[in-house]
């Protein structure tokens, strides 16, 4: 998919420059593309590193389980066929955790692993459970508390407050994952 | 209310830093060395999406300055006018559920031409931050264990997806002003 988009992209966006006239404009961006690239890279070089020392102080201390123990409640009324205490159970908390954090990479590696949990105690292993879809549904909707790609680049660029956004993304963001739950939930009564 | 957005926005993150520096303190743990040790992934971190980077810069910055991207934004902006979705926003609410890197090269593009601070840019931002991307999530999760029938997954997240979209413009129109 994005293969395609990005070829696309490009060759469109060539022949669209021939057509009006801005080739020379054209390569000029590419090159300029490039160089942005890397000071872009060198500005995210620090905030990243940033987070994730705080993330490997988090998780050291204790504080990433301590928190998904709290959450046992939620998780059980969010995945109801999911026996407590399995460990898609703690794979899902933890991943949870790491998108509300921020953490993609960290989080990939953890979703990927509550899958294949979950995977284990599926039927037909060709079509996603009800707590599947509601897992990727809730994963892609995104539940960040602090959007730090987001800060990093809004700092990398020369904002005056680079987190005078966190509080509308949280909006923004709990709206979003509250109509995920629901439609799955709705969704899930339909597709018996 | 929005008094209350604002205080958060800037307490969050030096408190966020305290709370879990005090705690692994209060664990026990070497919160320095530790600090450290995870600081170290930040080089790998960046190393690792720079190449995807460059593409994304190649193709938008292209893309754009053709004029190829005006005219796929005026061909959509009837629909999304209806919607109040301001045109300059259209590329990343576009790009956004199709792929995280490009959407961070969308908006980094945005910075460099409104400006972080521009009601433009908070939009972006807080678009950017309250949703995610769908179809790579969507493939690398079901792909991995092989599960071919999705059902309602990619209708619930899109969803989910246009609602953080608007409910974005929305808050930022009432917090920031327009």
Known sequence: MVNIVWLLMILLGFLAAALFGELEAASQAALDGAKYAVELCIGLLGIYALWLGLMKVAEKSGLVEAISRKMRRLMALLFPTVPSGHPAMGAMTMNIIANMLGLGNAATPLGIKAIHELQSINRDKETATHDMCMFLIINTSSVQLIPTTVIALRSAAGSLNPGEIIGTALIATTCSTLVGIVAAKIFRRYHP | ?178
């Open chain 2, 1 to 178: 209310m929005i008094e209350i957005i604002k205080i958060l926005s800037i307490v969050a993150i030096p408190g966020f830093i305290v709370f879990v520096l005090g705690y692994g303190y209060i664990k026990k743990i070497n919160v320095y060395d530790t600090f450290i040790e995870g600081a170290k992934e930040g080089l790998s971190t960046v190393t690792r999406i720079f190449p995807y980077m460059v593409a994304i810069f190649l193709a938008i910055g292209v893309f754009r300055t053709s004029g190829a991207m005006d005219v796929l934004v005026k061909l959509i902006s009837p629909i999304t006018n209806l919607l109040g979705i301001p045109a300059e926003i259209l590329p990343l609410a576009l790009m956004r559920p199709v792929s995280g890197i490009a959407s961070t090269g969308i908006l980094g593009e945005l910075f460099k031409t409104h400006g972080p601070d521009s009601f433009i840019g908070r939009v972006a931002s807080t678009m950017m931050g309250a949703t995610e991307t769908i179809f790579y999530t969507l493939s690398i999760y079901f792909g991995a264990v092989g599960i071919k029938k999705i059902r309602y997954t990619l209708w619930g997240a899109l969803l989910a997806d246009i609602t953080g979209l608007l409910v974005a413009i929305v808050i930022c129109q009432i917090v920031f002003g327009s």
